[in-house]
């Protein structure tokens, strides 16, 4: 059976075993059995590879990777991915994916795959001459970018436009140049860095000012994905729900205080998926935040508004660099087999996916804050956290977490006390 005729709506798929729901996504998503033992395997990268993916490595830290079932996007089923420390956000990703599911999921698009390297030049006294200067090169300038990578330019990638902008600095103007780069199926940072190294010695010459920093921009604004949804009224509990949304979403809008808990709660689920495929979060993260600040002051990354049948509407827009290939990608074998559950053969597919589970994570926490508050959902599952924390162990984590959820206690010091009750009760 095709991946397009699987269906990721699995309701109850958090009350399976591990194993059984390994099973499932491996049926959903066709793994191998080299992708099945991959996932199963405890602690599963290798120390000699960590050894060599960065510098003096001593210890492995496995995240735990969740899978987010009844995602529709772009009428097509996905089961999606997600490492992350943090209970309840997988269960969002699944709870508000599933109140959308049957008014059609998520729609996406991507505004391409562009990534900007900056060149800084100073030591001009006519920045506006140096400008136009380099702008007069720019077939060299191509010339000189595409020579740097021909297997990119061979992919259909490779440089796309020419920006130079003065930036007035505290130490003077500076003349600043974009290489607009199409870096395909690579997050390309690696790539654009070559290019703009490569290509200042000529900006120097050119201008006869001196080059310093030449490296990308992670306000990568040229490589936005987008998402949108909507949430029937009925289906999300009635209007007073939807208002109540609608009313934390105008708070977010208009206060930085609260829009950078808002915009954390889409990074939730934005760099659970980027960190499963070995994507850079810390790259993902910079471009999210600075994005959410374009018009001058800092704001919600979504939007969220009623449509004309009285349903919720939310939408996001943000810059997503995120690559099959390149960085990590490809040389850690658990990301390749996420990577493989998402069955995306573009990193433009990617990104549209991430941007969905963005917009999912943020409804999911709206819904909460505008109705039971947070701890009930979220509470309810850190409170078998709480019981680890506390020495619980086996089947002692559940009991003693149901304890803690009926008390409204989930403490560290109710835990401890409890957990010495039970024990001393079955003694
Ligand atoms: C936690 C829920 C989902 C419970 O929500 P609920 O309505 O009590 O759930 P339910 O038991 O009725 O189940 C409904 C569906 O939710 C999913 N679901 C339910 N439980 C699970 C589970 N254990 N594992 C996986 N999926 C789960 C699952 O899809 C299930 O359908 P089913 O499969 O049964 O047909 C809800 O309360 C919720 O979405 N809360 C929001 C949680 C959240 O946003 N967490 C993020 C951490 S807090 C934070 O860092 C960000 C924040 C909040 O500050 C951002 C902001 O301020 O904007
Ligand atoms: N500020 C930041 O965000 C910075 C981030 N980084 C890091 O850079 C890394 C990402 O850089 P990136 O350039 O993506 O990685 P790589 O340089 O590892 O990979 C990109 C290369 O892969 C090759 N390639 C093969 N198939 C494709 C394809 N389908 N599409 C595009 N390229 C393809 C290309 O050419 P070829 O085969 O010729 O190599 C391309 O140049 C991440 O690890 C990131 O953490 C680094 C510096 C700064």
Request: with cysteine.
């Amino acid at each position: 059976m095709s991946i397009s005729n699987l269906t990721s709506r699995i309701p109850g798929f958090h009350r399976m075993s591990t194993a059984e729901r390994l099973e499932a996504v491996a049926a959903f998503s066709d793994l191998d059995e080299t992708t099945r033992a991959q996932l199963a395997a405890p602690g599963n990268i290798d120390t000699h590879l960590a050894d060599h993916m960065i510098e003096n490595v001593v210890a492995t830290l496995s995240i735990p990777i969740g899978v987010a079932t009844n995602m529709r996007v772009d009428g097509k089923d996905v089961l999606v991915p997600m490492a992350t420390e943090e209970s309840s956000v997988v269960a969002a990703v699944c709870n508000s994916a599933r109140q959308c599911y049957d008014s059609g999921g998520f729609i996406t698009s991507v505004s391409g795959t562009l990534m900007i390297a900056q060149v800084q030049l100073v030591g001009v006294t006519d920045p506006e001459n140096a400008r136009l200067r380099i702008l007069e090169h720019r077939d060299e300038i191509a010339a000189i970018c595409d020579r740097c990578d021909p297997m990119l330019v061979q992919l259909g990638g490779g440089f796309r436009d020419l920006e130079v902008r003065i930036v007035d600095s505290r130490g003077g103007p500076m003349v600043v140049t974009h290489l607009i780069v199409d870096t395909r199926d690579a997050m390309g940072a690696n790539t654009v860095n070559t290019m703009a190294e490569t290509l200042a010695p000529s900006i120097e010459s050119w201008t006869g000012g001196k080059v310093f920093l030449r490296i990308l921009s992670n306000l990568a604004d040229r490589r936005l994905a987008r998402a949108r949804a909507t949430w029937p009224a009925e289906a999300i509990g009635g209007e007073a729900v939807r208002d109540g949304m609608i009313s934390a979403y105008h708070f977010a809008e208009a206060d930085p205080y609260r829009a950078a808990t808002h915009n954390k709660g889409i990074m939730n689920g934005v760099s659970a998926v980027v960190l499963a495929t070995g994507n850079d979060t810390r790259a993902v993260e910079a471009g999210a935040h600075a994005y959410a600040a374009r018009k001058g002051r800092y704001t919600s990354l979504t939007s969220w508004e009623v449509t004309a049948d009285g349903s919720l509407a939310g939408s996001i827009e943000i810059p997503l660099p995120v690559g099959l290939v390149g960085g990590a990608t490809k040389i850690h074998p658990t990301a390749r087999a996420c990577l493989k559950i998402l069955g995306v053969s573009t990193a433009a597919e990617l990104a549209r996916i991430i941007a969905a589970v963005g917009l999912a994570q943020n409804f999911g926490a709206m819904k909460a804050l505008a109705t039971t508050g947070i701890q009930k959902g979220h509470m309810a599952l850190h409170a078998n956290n709480v019981a680890i924390a506390a020495g619980a162990v086996g089947d002692e984590v559940a009991m003693l977490a149901a304890i803690l959820v009926e008390r409204r206690q989930v403490r560290q010091d109710v835990a401890t006390a409890e957990l010495e009750r039970m024990r001393a009760g079955a003694a």
